[in-house]
C-alpha cells in the first residue's frame, strides 16, 4: 500500500493538474470516421512498442487522481498531473509504468503504475483503389487482407477483386503478395489471406 504525504501531495497535485488542464486543447480532435472502435487491452504483447496516436491507461494503484485515459501525442509524449509531458513512444508498457513509477517517487512512496494499451492507432495498414472508403486503417493484433478489406466498406463496382495485392516494403525492397478474394471467401487459396504488417498497402484495381 501506498503512503502518501499528504502536504506535499494535495500542493503539489493541485498545481500540476490546474496547469494541466489549462494547456489541454477545448476539445479534442474527432476520430476519422473509419476508425476501429477502442478496444480494451487492445494487445496483451509485453515486448509492443507504443507510438504516437496509441490510446493509454494509465493506473496507479491507490492514487485515482492520477488513474486516467491519455492519448500519445504527435511529439510522442503523454501529459500527466505531477510530471507534466513524459515520453511514451518507443517505449514498451512495462518501460513506461516504470519511468512514471520512477517520477511519481517524489511525491508518493512506492508508486506502483500498470500501463495498458487501450486502442492501437500508431500502426496502420492503407486500403487504395476500387473500394468505398480508401484510406488508413488501424493495423488491429492478427489482422488479415481479409478482414482489413471488411473495413473499407465493400468493392466499388468497377472493382478486379481477383487481382487485389498487397505491397510491402521489407529492407529496402518492396514485395508483391497477390490477393484473389473470390477464392479466398470459397476456401480457396486461403494462403493468400496474409497477416498484415504495419505500413501493407492493399490495392484493389
Do not use: C
Not at 480508401?134 to 493495423?139: D, I, K, M, R, V
Not at 466498406?153 to 518492396?174: C, H, M, P, W
Not at 496474409?194 to 484493389?204: F, N, P, R, S
Amino acid at each position: 500500500m501506498s503512503s502518501v504525504r499528504p502536504a506535499v501531495l494535495v500542493a503539489a497535485l493541485s498545481i500540476a493538474i490546474s496547469a494541466w488542464g489549462a494547456r489541454r486543447p477545448a476539445q479534442q480532435q474527432d476520430a476519422p470516421s473509419h476508425a476501429q472502435p477502442m478496444q480494451k487491452h487492445a494487445t496483451d504483447n509485453p515486448n509492443y512498442v507504443i507510438g504516437a496516436q496509441d490510446v493509454l491507461d494509465i493506473d496507479v494503484w491507490k492514487e485515482p487522481e492520477l488513474t486516467r485515459q491519455v492519448p500519445v501525442r504527435p511529439d510522442g509524449k503523454i501529459s500527466l498531473p505531477l510530471l507534466n509531458d513524459v515520453q511514451a513512444a518507443g517505449l514498451t508498457p512495462t518501460k513506461l509504468a516504470d519511468e512514471i513509477g520512477d517520477g511519481l517517487k517524489k511525491y508518493i512512496t512506492d508508486p506502483q503504475v500498470t500501463v495498458i494499451v487501450s486502442a492501437i492507432n500508431s500502426q496502420r495498414v492503407y486500403i487504395l483503389g476500387e473500394v468505398t472508403r480508401a484510406g488508413a486503417y488501424p493495423l488491429l493484433p492478427g489482422m488479415t487482407v481479409l478482414q482489413a478489406l471488411s473495413s473499407a466498406g465493400g468493392f466499388t463496382e468497377f472493382a478486379n477483386s481477383k487481382k487485389i495485392y498487397v505491397l510491402r516494403q521489407d529492407k529496402g525492397k518492396q514485395e508483391k503478395f497477390p490477393f484473389n478474394y473470390k477464392d479466398v471467401v470459397n476456401g480457396k487459396k486461403t494462403q493468400e489471406n496474409i497477416t498484415l504488417d504495419a505500413g501493407d498497402t492493399i490495392v484493389v484495381p
